[in-house]
Each structure stands twice: as C-alpha cells, then as structure tokens.
C-alpha cells in the first residue's frame, strides 16, 4: 500500500512539475517571439530612416542642380565682410584750378576738392567746372587715371600737322563710322580728335552734302580740339580759331575780307591832315 501511495503522490508531483514546467516553456517562447517582432520593428523602422535620408539627400541634389545660384552645404563658406568706412588713400596729382581733359566731357577746371559720404564710405573728390556745357562733375581722386593732363605746344602743334594732311575716309557703312568717331572724340585723346575733324572737315566746298550726324559729331571735335587749343596757347578764342581754320582751309574767304576792311596806318593821319 505504502508502495502504491508513493507512487501516485510522485505521479502528482511530476504533473504538477510538468505542467509548470510547460508553463515556463511557454512564457519563454512567447517572450523570444516578442522580442523577435520588437527587434524585427527596430530594424524596420531603423530602415526606414535610412531610406527617407537617403530620398531627402537625393532631393537635395536635385534642387542644388535646379537651382544653380544655391550653393551645397558641403561647400558652403560665408565670406568676411569688412566694413570700409574711408576710400583708399591717394596722392593727389591735380591741383586746384588746373585744367583738365574728362574724355566724356572735354576741357574743364578743377575749382576745389571735396569730401563727400557715398553709401557710408567718405570720398575724396575732384570738382570739375565745364564752363561750354555750363555743368559741373565730380571724379573720386583714386579714379583721376581718367583725367588728362592739357596737351603741349609740341602735341598741339602735331595735331596741326595731321589738320593739314589729307582726310582718310573708308567706305564702310556710315553707322560704323559714326560709332568709330564717336569713339575717338570719347576717348579723350587728342591725336584721336584732330584726326575726326580733318576727316569730318568739308571746308568751303557748300557743294558737298553733310548729314546732321556728321555736322554734329564735327562740331563736338572741333569745339573740344578748338578750347584745348585756346589754353594752351593761352590766345584768345578768335585767334585759336584762325589756326584752326587755316590749317582745315576753312572760312579764307572771310578772313581775306576782314585782313583788307583793315583801315592803314597812314589813313588817319590823312584825316587828320585834311581836317
């Protein structure tokens, strides 16, 4: 009897170690299956973002292509900005009341020298007086390499030289021949000058026709060769002008009249006498 109790009290406790043990078993296996779906839901959700960085990488790229004017993060460097608060120093080559060439304007006078604030940045500049075009003009001292000196008495006197040789007109088109002259006039050189009026020069011949164009462009030259001119040989305007004019062969006639309506010496003295 003591045999059989013990055997079905042992049969009992088995059980009941088995079906704990089953238990056991089965909480391992779903707690492994648990952890299996939530490292399979880190994984998905970690490739998941790669994938969006990657598209939005991509993306990028393709706006940096569209947009050539953006520039890539990669590559992307802000410049220092430094603040000038003073223009760049510059000794002055002209003087007050000197006479100057501005190429777009022709001869004027330096009156004085200004400091003038442009945009924060104090300027030093010069203050030009036209007194043909009654206008006034301002160039910054670190740009006078625009100005030029006056001419001197030997340019001045090649540039009579080249008035008095024969014009060189070329055959082109007369829009591509106004561009060139309008060039040489706005260049401010003086060989250029001499070289549009002899070229533009119809002297007395009334015969040949002259368009507005080229009357006008002939008289910018002229009137800038003519005051240069003026300065230099420190004449009046009239006397300027006859140089000019005799070296063009221009108005001889009038000066032919006005050398004879010249009363002589002697006939005052007649008047006199025979008062």
């Given at each position: ?15 009941k170690?088995v ?9 391992v ?13 880190k994984?998905?959700?970690e ?9 939005l990488k991509?993306k ?24 000038v608060k ?18 777009k304007?022709?001869v004027?006078q330096?009156?004085?020298t200004?400091?003038?604030?442009i945009g924060?940045i ?5 203050i030009?007086?036209f ?64 070289e ?7 002297g007395?011949?009334?015969m040949i ?5 080229e009357r006008?462009?002939?008289e ?5 060769l ?5 300065i230099?040989?420190g ?11 005799k ?22 003295l007649?008047?006199e006498?025979?008062?």
């Open positions: 009897m003591k045999n059989i109790l013990k055997k079905i009290l042992s049969n009992k406790k088995t059980k170690v079906k704990k043990k089953s238990k056991i078993i089965k909480k296996i779903k707690a492994k299956k648990i952890s299996k779906v939530v490292k399979v839901k994984v998905t959700k490739l998941n973002k790669k994938k969006i960085i990657k598209d991509k990028d790229k393709i706006e940096i292509k569209t947009d050539p004017l953006r520039i890539p993060k990669n590559n992307e460097q802000k410049p220092e900005i430094k603040k003073k223009q760049d120093t510059e000794k002055r080559i002209f003087k007050v009341k000197d006479y100057v060439v501005y190429p304007h022709g004027g330096i009156t004085e200004k400091k003038i604030n924060g104090d300027v030093e500049t010069y030009l007086k007194e043909k075009d009654k206008a006034n003009g301002m160039v910054p001292v670190n740009k006078q390499s625009h100005l030029r000196p006056l001419a001197t008495i030997n340019q001045i006197n090649k540039c009579v030289s080249i008035l008095k040789s024969k014009p060189k007109i070329k055959r082109s088109m007369w829009s591509r021949r106004a561009q060139e002259y309008e060039a040489k006039i706005s260049s401010g050189k003086i060989y250029d000058l001499a549009v009026v002899r070229d533009l020069n119809k007395d011949d009334i026709d002259q368009s507005y164009s006008q462009l002939f910018k030259a002229y009137e800038r003519l005051t240069e001119f003026q230099v040989m004449s009046s305007l009239e006397d300027a002008q006859k140089k000019l004019d070296a063009l062969k221009r108005n001889l006639e009038k000066q032919i009249q006005k050398v004879d309506e010249k009363p002589s010496a002697e006939e005052p007649n008047q006498i025979s008062e």
